[in-house]
């Protein structure tokens, strides 16, 4: 059922990105090597695995459009399109990260594009908080060490970081891009990695959180 999802969800991003007048790619990664399949092929049987051991249904989504939108040319603003081994690394990479993980991503990086508007706190270091936000602060610190996220002063620990200082980086700058993180809904989930962030108590349905 999981893989049937996530085939529908990617046929229908890309026939959505084609009605919107997006170009397929034509480079090598559309391309069949000398006995090797091409590597749009190859990514799709990843992305497939990948939603088959996918215990988080939140996540289907992301990386149906992970999938579908890598098959599509990169707006110039973004740089070079993505390569065969960096595709296959991003689809590693989201099978690694919890659905939590990924709205991390997707709330540093409304932070840096100015969607979100309540300010990130500035604080280096955390106090008083309770458990949820102390894995909340352990998750933001792992993407930092996975070079997901960057920061303008060093992190040394998951409690001595200022939100106002992360960005995404790397690879996780393509994956806010291609999985379009910039459109995440405001869950539970959401809410709580804002509320960390902000130092602002976020309650679910407040019109006046974004």
């Known amino acids: 059922q999981k893989i049937g999802t996530v085939y529908e969800l990617a046929k229908n991003k890309i026939e959505e990105n084609l009605k919107a007048g997006k170009h ?3 480079d090598e990664f559309m391309e069949c090597e000398s006995q090797s399949r091409p590597a749009y ?3 799709l049987e990843s992305t497939l695995f990948a939603a088959q051991r996918e ?3 939140k996540k289907l989504k992301y990386i149906a459009n992970l999938y579908a939108n890598i098959n599509f040319e990169i707006p110039q603003r973004w740089g070079m399109n993505i390569d065969s081994q960096a595709a296959n690394k991003l689809m590693k990479i989201v099978s690694e990260l919890s659905y939590r ?3 991390i991503l997707a709330v540093i990086g409304r932070y840096q594009n100015g969607s979100l508007t309540k300010p990130p706190r500035r604080e280096n270091i955390f106090h008083n908080i309770n458990q949820q936000k102390n894995y909340i602060a352990s998750e933001v610190f792992d993407l930092y060490c996975r070079g997901l996220v960057y920061s303008d002063e060093i992190i040394l620990y ?3 970081m200022n939100p106002q200082k992360l960005n995404l980086n790397g690879y996780g ?3 806010f891009n291609l ?3 910039s459109t995440m809904p405001e869950d539970n989930v959401v809410d ?3 509320s960390f962030m902000s130092g602002i108590k976020i309650v679910s349905g407040d019109s006046s959180k974004n």
């Open 24 to 26: 397929l790619r034509t």
């Open 55 to 57: 215990c988080e249904e």
């Open 101 to 103: 993980e990924i709205a």
């Open 179 to 181: 999985m379009e993180l």
């Open 192 to 194: 709580d990695v804002i």
């Open 158 to 160: 998951a409690g001595a």
């Open 173 to 175: 700058a393509a994956l």
């Open 41 to 43: 092929e190859e990514l």
